[in-house]
């Protein structure tokens, strides 16, 4: 299968990049990973004049670690997240997400910035990204500017990212000491992508009353969301089965389920309860509850 | 406008002017004359087309020729050294770990990468880090045990 011809750029600063999306314009693609693009333009379900490649441009891969959050370039793969001693250090769920992505060969190429960016309905990271509550910092004409994940993932493969920006790296906030985290999903038997998934994560006090919850489902809407009623359901509250059972009934509600081949909207908010009990069963477990 | 690229395959470094569509694994088959890596699915799915990149395993379905610019590559022609079989090639023929034969040379890549991380691996993590290459014919049963009979016999890493 060919994809329709385009010309080939590959800026090595974000600047040089900036420069040439403001140049040739809706015209243009970035490329990171190519994961999702490049399937995408070899069934001409895209078809970019320009494809600017991302991947010799200087500082936009690896994972720093800040006082109270690892800053994870956009061109980081899911391999070296699977892989980051700092993520398995300070926030263990990001390398269970990357490891459960497609496959060690797509897991070689992809990244976190073009996962978030593509905002596939079924992708992993955006469930994680707004459970944890990360940031993403954009980079355009006018400068940088950071956008909470509550704010990104505005539709069906749609982001609050304007076409004259680059995503350049994801925040995500390290949460602290009491806390644990746990990514479940039901896999698409054959691509691996999430027919529903469900990150939680929870912060727990000496008592082990729950003082902050972040839940957020992907795969069963047209976009991930945060299931907010679960949230609530657990703040406050001493974890034990029947609490996480009663707030996991709540998982499906405000999430706007799409029927597919996967199953019918009454299955998959039922995968999405499912799933929710045990992501945050799991998540409360290592928070040491 | 076709762009000049320049990368090294099994240790012969090539040079070629290529449209930017070329995908990777057309210009190694047909540009470079290299028809051990297959093209299953076309669609990335199947790893047929598994290479190495600098590496890493990669689907050469879904990379275009001018992303591997500067790239080293390994293809399943890069394994045999002097005409002796890799211990990964003489595992599948020790445990019949392939009957057509169509996926071998993706699974194979794939396999050597497993190996490189994970040197010792369950059963478990065999089939996990295989979840990318598709095999119609074997049921994957003896491609496993043919993995864990290259991990036996891996020459220790110098
Ligand atoms: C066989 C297969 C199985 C897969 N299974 C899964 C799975 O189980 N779960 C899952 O979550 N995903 C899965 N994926 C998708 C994979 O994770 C993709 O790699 C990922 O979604 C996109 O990342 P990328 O780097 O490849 O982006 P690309 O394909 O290069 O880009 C995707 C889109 O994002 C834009 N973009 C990229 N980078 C930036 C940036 N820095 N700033 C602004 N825009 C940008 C591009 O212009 C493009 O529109 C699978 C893919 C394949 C091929
Ligand atoms: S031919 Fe590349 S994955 Fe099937
Ligand atoms: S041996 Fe025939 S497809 Fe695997």
Redesign the interface.
């Known amino acids: 299968?060919?994809?329709?011809?385009?010309?080939?750029h590959?800026p090595t600063s974000v600047k040089d990049a900036l420069k040439l999306l403001a140049k040739l314009k809706d015209d243009a693609k970035l490329?990171a990973g190519?994961?999702s693009l490049?399937?995408m333009?070899?069934?001409r379900l895209a078809q970019p004049g320009h494809?600017i490649?991302l991947?010799k441009v200087k500082g936009l891969s690896g994972i720093k670690e800040e006082k109270a959050a690892l800053v994870i370039g956009a061109m980081t793969t899911h391999?070296a997240i699977e892989s980051s001693k700092a993520a398995k250090a300070k926030l263990p769920v990001l390398a269970e997400v990357a490891g459960i992505i497609?496959?060690?060969?797509?897991r070689?190429?992809g990244t976190l910035g073009g996962s978030v960016a593509h905002a596939d309905p079924a992708a992993d990271w955006p469930a994680a990204m707004l459970a944890l509550g990360a940031e993403m910092v954009c980079e355009g004409p006018k400068g940088k500017r950071t956008v909470k994940a509550d704010d990104w993932f505005v539709g069906l493969m749609t982001t609050a990212a304007k076409g004259n920006e680059i995503l350049t790296a994801i925040r995500v906030p390290v949460w602290p000491a009491g806390s644990g985290a746990a990514y479940m999903k039901f896999p698409h038997p054959?691509?691996?992508f999430a027919v529903v998934g469900v990150c939680a994560a929870v912060t727990l006090d000496k008592q082990g009353v729950c003082t902050r919850a972040g839940v957020a489902v992907t795969g069963a809407g047209t976009r991930a969301v945060r299931a907010r009623g679960v949230e609530a359901a657990l703040t406050g509250k001493k974890l034990d089965a029947a609490a996480i059972e009663a707030a996991a009934q709540k998982a499906a509600d405000g999430v706007d389920v799409q029927a597919d081949l996967q199953g019918s909207v009454e299955y998959k908010a039922h995968l999405c309860r499912v799933f929710a009990r045990r992501a945050i069963s799991e998540a409360v477990k290592r928070a040491g509850g | 406008m076709k762009l000049p690229v320049k990368m090294t395959i099994n240790g012969q470094t090539h040079s070629h002017e290529v449209e930017p569509r070329l995908l990777l694994v057309h210009y190694i088959r047909e540009v470079i004359g290299l028809t051990g890596t297959h093209v299953g699915c076309d669609t990335s799915q199947c790893g047929a087309c598994t290479i190495l990149l600098d590496g890493q395993a990669v689907k050469a379905c879904t990379l275009f020729a001018v992303q591997a610019d500067g790239a080293r590559i390994m293809t399943i022609e890069g394994l045999a050294k002097n005409g002796e079989l890799h211990p990964i090639q003489m595992g599948f023929w020790e445990k019949h770990g392939l009957q057509c034969g169509f996926c071998t040379p993706g699974m194979i890549m794939a396999a050597y990468q497993l190996l490189e991380r994970y040197p010792k691996p369950s059963e478990e993590q065999i089939r996990h880090q295989l979840e990318g290459n598709l095999c119609r014919c074997t049921g994957y049963h003896n491609i496993v045990k043919a993995i864990q009979w290259a991990a036996d016999n891996m020459p220790a890493k110098r």
């Open positions: 299968m060919y994809p329709a011809a385009f010309e080939y590959a490329l190519g994961h490049v399937p333009m070899k069934l494809l490649d991947r391999w497609g496959d060690p060969a797509v070689n190429k054959a691509s691996r």
